[in-house]
């Protein structure tokens, strides 16, 4: 499992509900230092640790763990083409002249997932 791409989307998540990684460890009753482990993918979570702390960012275990879970919800696709509606109109890789790391960053997924979506959607 990338622990890692998981943390940054637990980052990503939290900081679109701006909130700072102490507000986060207080609603799900953790310490700061936990959740910067766990952000920076250096510890995996107790499930129950998990689904608080996506319950808390009111976000899916789908959009958290979108490269670890095969076969995922419908919901993930519906989260993907909201997050890919927001966007203003040009594509994110032309945004970033092609530069598909930066534009994966841009719509919070990591660079395989972006790879493996404009595959399946022909992007």
Do not use: C, W
């Not at 940054?8 to 009753?29: F, G, H, M, P, S």
């Not at 083409?81 to 092609?98: D, F, Q, V, Y």
């Amino acid at each position: 499992m990338d622990l890692k791409a998981v943390g940054q989307r637990i980052k990503a998540a939290r900081e679109a509900k701006n909130l700072t990684q102490e507000e986060l460890a207080a609603l799900v009753n953790l310490s700061p230092t936990h959740v910067s482990v766990i952000e920076r993918g250096l510890k995996v979570t107790k499930l129950d640790t998990f689904i608080a702390i996506a319950n808390a960012l009111d976000v899916s275990a789908d959009t958290l763990l979108i490269d670890v879970v095969t076969h995922s919800v419908t919901g993930v696709t519906n989260e993907l083409s909201e997050m890919i509606e927001k966007l203003p109109k040009e594509k994110a890789l032309e945004r970033n002249n092609g530069n598909r790391k930066k534009a994966a960053e841009e719509l919070g997924i990591s660079d395989r997932t972006l790879y493996r979506k404009i595959n399946k959607y022909k992007l």
